[in-house]
């Protein structure tokens, strides 16, 4: 990793600017419905003030006998008026606007998990499997404030502003200003001041928060080992501590919050007095009527409620800002496989391998994974690449799949190298059973399918045969449909390789790459799928990565690796 | 059968007892706050009143002036108390909560847990818990409020103006009946919501840890189409809720916003003498201004409450898997004669590093008739009979699903015997290792400790050394302090294993269950590993290890083969050690 200067807070943002900026029209639509809301809260406030004062002052004309008249009637239809449209459009408002932060949070999910699938094998291991869970849900879940919270709610407030400044002015301009200046000073405090505040423990809150659940998944996992040995009390202390740096930056989220909510009402009370008070004087001096009087103060009260979510959202703008940060560091990572421009579609004969003086380096680590390897595989061809672990055996599996690029030198398919081939046109033709098999959440009948989408049943039990696994299935109360849990521990570790080896087989592959096919196997288990792999591999490509020759079927060759070179 | 939704509110109302202080302390301040409130609109009202029809000059008002100003300056502080009180109570309940999950989830074990998937159960301890969040702090601390502050309002509005307050009464019953109808409906959504995040976030780590095999099957581009299906599945479930939700609070403003037109204009007419019935001929400016500005007052209680509404249907959301999880039957033991069945790990006695009672063999486990059943698996072992003699090493064999996992499962206490019985004389700790070595982010020696946190450097290298680790350590730069990332990132699978089994030596156990502890190690060192076995068996330790391999085989005492089709036992005979 290399020191950078930290992203500054526009560049944390500006990418999901940019991506709201493409539904402008409908945050419009939102941000003027919003609007609406708050105007029709203080048009109903102010005119009802102002219509109460105006008929007493008139009613009691009329009781001293003067001659006085009012309408009535337009201020009590704008009351109710304004009373519906409140309710009518705060309604719209909500629905509307979720709606369309739904809609851009379904894409980011989507377009976030497909920068995830572009990733060779080498980045993918380097990052932890609940990090980037995290990163798909919540991360993207907190951006959906950005809008709601963070952008039109100001705007809004803004306005609000603005427009009782105006209505102010409008009567007696001096007095708008003493009252805007304090509430514009309260906006920005509200915007920067809060932020500020919370900036620093929000973020904080964020990363403890993940470090709790990374420590809370790994105990899970780790239950067998911690209960045997009897651990348990010293990781929860680890996970204790974890906690209460949570607590404490929650503690002092709360309070500076509050502090936010408490201004809100104390200025904006203080502006209704501070009206009031010159618009008393401005009565007395004639130059507004009493009913003008009462209204300023009441169209000033109405305000709080376009400023009341204002301290909450930038308070924890903080953890919005992370969770930005996070999911550009993810978009902007290197480790992205390549699609070539104009691909070749790949040979169609039977794959001829050959690796030329193929070299693999990974970052931070001094010696490479795999030295100056040349190898060929002819069509049809069994290879059996030997060696211990930590030899290179994976990464050479990984190189002939594509899952990661050479350093030096050049990995071909029939003559084409991999990197001009279509990476789907590839993998179609290519099965791999790498060491670490994944089992999916879902039915057996599903995890099979990977190999194959339209596969129907009959090939299901055809491929279950193979592994021998045909009979334990038929035994299942639930058969194909039953459930096979994470990694697969409802099923026996030997039964979850062998889903995996099943899988690979219904793929139907013309490059076959096993890893250990029989590790974690009995030997007369190993012995009878030998055999019928050893038919279903007939005319095949194969490439077995493993430990020793024993059991492997018809290996023709064989190849031993010694830390990343051919053994001499 | 109780009714679960009864459960969970109940459960909520014990939660809330536990921090009881700080929850009345919100509630009184959030009451205090209100009541300023009411003194404010009151002082206004006045001071309108002498301005516009008493025709006093501002100057002469101005002690009325500071009161407001003091009244305002009281009610942001009772306001600030209020926030932070609740956040308190909130913080103090979940931390509780929490506690209790994780105490629950270790007395579970492994194998209860084992169809979870260990990220729901993360997003349940975190986000699940956070969702208890607003129901304590702002919820509760406004439920109480809201009992109150309309009642003294209503009263100050009817000692002012009857029929004013009347007109109040008159919407306030329809509120409570339409919240319900709605809160109802809602409720039952908001625990689908909770479901379908759940799902979500499985369905979401299931295909980035199977990232690899979706690159590798050619699956990606449909993956990503699935995603995005999931997530508008996502949206649209929410939306369901939303406007129901939404429709709540709405309903409310609606009546609000028209109790107060319908109160301005009466007072308008009133103050006009259009009305001449009831007491509208007394209204005067202050009254009607006071009851005017004390009708949205009357409402905001509840609005507000509505506000926070989705934070209680939240809550017992979340409550309910909470619970859920909670009412998960702990293995109780049952059949377990010895004490070796114990949840909480308790001091035991390590066995000596060096030292070897050769001659107080007496018999470790005893296992007389035991059957083990798995759900949806039917039986997968015994009825089995087996003595084990303490110190000596026994080979669980027989082909994959045999039940040998099972029964070093059952061993270590992870699951209980559906019958027979079963006798333990060590008290824990017991070395466990499997198939998948388990790895923390943290240093190899923060992952060594994990078995033996008091352990000193010298003790780690001597484990690393014996489970044949040692060569690799030396070859790192910072040797036991190298950082590992998750699942081992770093290591090979064989040396992550040789991790594990170095736990094992570190811990002293004096009864250690390997589960394939070989199985991904090459010939070289496997035979490592197999001289460190052998060296822990010297030492006296009770083995119990499930493998298919030969070189296992043979460095045991005894082999145990379980079969199976008959899924019964045959005790092999005595190997060679």
């Known amino acids: 990793m290399t020191p950078r200067s930290e992203p500054s807070l526009r560049d944390d943002f500006a990418p999901w600017l940019r991506r709201l900026g493409r539904r402008s029209r409908r945050l419009s639509a939102g941000a003027l419905l919003m609007a609406l809301t708050v105007a029709s809260g203080i048009g109903l406030l102010a005119l009802s003030g102002w219509f109460i004062t105006a008929t007493a002052v008139t009613g009691a004309l009329l009781a001293a006998g003067a001659m006085a008249t009012l309408d009535v009637y337009v201020p009590g239809a704008g009351i109710r008026l304004f009373a519906v449209t409140r309710t009518v459009a705060r309604y719209c408002e909500r629905l509307y606007n979720h709606d369309t932060v739904l809609r851009v949070l379904a894409e980011l999910r989507a377009g976030m998990f497909s920068v995830l699938t572009r990733l060779d094998g080498q980045t993918l291991s380097q990052l932890r499997a609940s990090e980037w869970l995290n990163r798909l849900t919540a991360d993207i879940d907190a951006l959906d404030g950005l809008y709601l919270r963070l952008l039109a709610p100001p705007l809004v407030a803004a306005l609000a502003i603005g427009g009782v400044g105006a209505l102010l002015a409008w009567f007696a301009p001096g007095i708008a200003l003493a009252v805007v200046v304090p509430l514009g000073v309260l906006w920005l405090w509200l915007v920067f001041g809060q932020a500020w505040l919370g900036m620093a423990p929000a973020r904080r809150r964020v990363a403890s928060q993940d470090r709790l659940r990374g420590r809370i998944i790994e105990q899970i996992q780790g239950l067998a080992e911690l209960r045997c040995y009897g651990t348990l009390a010293s990781h929860r ?49 004639g130059r507004i009527s009493a009913a003008v009087m009462v209204m300023m103060p009441l169209a000033v009260l109405a305000l709080n409620e376009a400023l009341g979510g204002l301290p909450q959202a930038f308070t924890q703008l903080g953890a919005t800002r992370a969770a930005a940060r996070r999911l550009n560091e993810l978009a902007g990572r290197q480790g992205t496989l390549r699609e070539a421009d104009a691909p070749h579609a790949a040979p169609a004969d039977k794959p001829a391998i050959a690796l030329e003086a193929v070299s693999v380096r990974y970052p931070a680590t001094l010696a490479p994974a795999l030295e100056a390897l040349t190898l060929r595989l002819a069509p049809g061809e069994r290879l059996a690449v030997l060696g211990a672990s930590g030899a290179g055996k994976s990464t050479l599996g ?4 594509r899952q990661l690029d050479p350093t030096a030198g050049a990995v071909t398919f029939n003559g084409i190298d991999l990197r001009d081939i279509a990476l789907s046109e590839l993998r179609a033709r290519v099965g791999y059973l790498t060491q670490h098999s994944e089992l999916f959440q879902a039915s057996l009948a599903d995890n099979l399918r990977l190999g194959d989408p339209a596969a129907d049943e009959t090939a299901l039990w055809r491929v279950l045969e193979i592994v021998d696994l045909a009979d334990w299935a ?16 409802q099923v026996s570790g030997g039964q979850a390789r062998r889903i995996a080896l099943a899988r690979v087989v219904l793929k139907e592959p013309q490059l076959v790459i096993l890893d250990e096919p029989f590790s974690g196997l009995d030997a007369a288990t190993a012995a009878r799928i030998a055999a019928r792999l050893d038919c279903w591999l007939q005319g095949r490509s194969v490439v077995f990565l493993a430990h020793a020759v024993d059991g492997l079927p018809g290996v023709a060759r064989t190849l031993e690796l010694l830390a990343g070179r051919p053994r001499e | 059968m109780l009714d679960p939704q009864l459960d969970n509110r109940r459960w909520l109302r014990d939660l809330a007892g536990d921090a009881r202080g700080w929850l009345r302390l919100a509630g009184a301040a959030g009451i205090l706050a209100g009541l300023c409130t009411i003194v404010q609109m009151g002082l206004l009202a006045w001071l309108v009143d002498r301005l516009v029809t008493q025709a006093s000059p501002p100057a002469a008002l101005s002690e009325a002036f500071v ?62 818990v956070e969702a208890l969040d607003g129901y304590f702090a702002r919820f509760l601390p406004q439920m109480r409020l809201t009992l109150v502050l309309p009642l003294v309002i209503l009263a100050v509005v009817a000692s002012l103006d009857w029929l004013a307050a009347a007109l109040l009464l008159l919407a306030a019953p329809l509120i409570p009946l339409f919240m319900a109808l709605v809160g109802m409906g809602a409720e039952r959504l908001n625990r689908e919501q909770f479901v379908a995040v759940t799902r979500l ?6 295909r980035v840890r199977g990232v690899t095999t979706l690159q590798l099957f050619n699956r990606t581009a449909d993956s990503i189409d699935e995603v995005h299906a999931a997530a508008d599945e996502y949206r649209r479930r929410s939306l ?42 007394a209204l005067t400016l202050f009254s009607g201004l006071f009851v005017l500005l004390l009708a949205p007052e009357f409402f905001q209680p509840l609005r507000t409450l509505s506000q926070h509404y989705h934070d209680r249907a939240a809550a017992l959301g979340a409550a309910e898997g909470l619970l859920e999880l909670l009412g998960e039957p702990v293995p109780d033991g049952s059949g377990r004669m010895a004490a070796a069945s114990s949840d909480e790990p308790r001091p035991a006695e390590p066995r000596p590093a060096d030292s070897l009672p050769s001659d107080a063999r007496g018999t470790a486990v005893t296992l007389r008739r035991v059957t083990i059943a798995h759900p949806g698996r039917g039986r997968v072992l015994g009825p089995l009979d087996l003595e084990i003699a303490a110190g000596e090493c026994v080979a669980l064999v027989g082909p994959s699903g045999s039940g040998k996992s099972s029964l070093l499962q059952l061993l270590a206490g992870f699951i209980d015997a559906e019958s027979g019985e079963l006798a333990i004389e060590h008290a824990p700790p017991v070395a466990w290792m499997d198939q998948r070595p388990w790895l923390v982010q943290g240093t190899l020696a923060d992952n060594l400790r994990l078995a033996a946190p008091q352990a000193s450097d010298a003790e780690l290298w001597a484990a690393v050394r014996r489970a044949g680790l040692d060569e690799v350590v030396d070859g790192l730069s910072a040797g036991l302090a190298t950082p590992l990332g998750e699942r081992g990132y770093g290591l090979s699978g064989g040396q992550a294993q040789r991790l594990a089994l170095a736990r094992v030596f570190l811990s ?33 330790a009770t083995v119990v290890v499930a493998t298919h391999q030969q070189a296992l085989m043979r460095l045991a005492h005894r082999r145990i083969e379980l079969t199976n089709h008959a899924r019964r036992q045959e005790v092999g005979h005595d190997a060679p050690v």
């Open chain 1, 237 to 285: 202390r680890a996970l204790a501590g974890e906690e209460t740096t949570l607590y404490a930056d929650q503690r002092r989220l709360a309070s500076r919050q509050a502090l936010g909510s408490a201004l809100v009402n104390l200025v904006v009370g203080g502006c209704v007095v501070l009206a009031l008070w010159l618009a008393a004087h401005a009565e007395v001096d």
């Open chain 1, 398 to 401: 990984q190189l002939l799949v």
């Open chain 1, 474 to 489: 038929r035994d299942l109360p639930e058969g194909l449909e039953t459930w096979v849990g994470e990694s697969g521990r």
């Open chain 2, 67 to 128: 009161g407001l100003i003091g009244v305002l300056i009281l009610r942001a502080a009772a306001q600030w108390v209020q926030e932070r009180a609740g956040a308190e109570a909130s913080l103090r309940i979940r931390a509780r909560v929490r506690g209790e999950l994780l105490d629950h989830l270790a007395a579970l074990g492994p194998v209860r847990l084992g169809d979870r998937h260990s990220a729901g159960l993360g997003q349940q301890l975190v986000e699940q």
């Open chain 2, 201 to 206: 976030a499985g369905h979401f780590l299931d």
């Open chain 2, 240 to 281: 369901r809720t939303l406007r129901l939700a939404f429709l709540s609070s709405a309903v409310l403003e609606f009546f609000a916003s028209v109790a107060i037109a319908m109160v301005a204009i009466y007072i308008g007419f009133g103050l006009l003498g259009y009305i001449a019935f009831g007491p509208a001929d």
């Open chain 2, 508 to 540: 002293r156990a004096p009864l250690v269950l390997l589960d394939e502890p070989t199985a991904s190690l090459d010939g070289e060192t496997q035979s490592l590993v197999i001289e460190g076995l052998r060296e822990l068996i010297a030492s006296g």
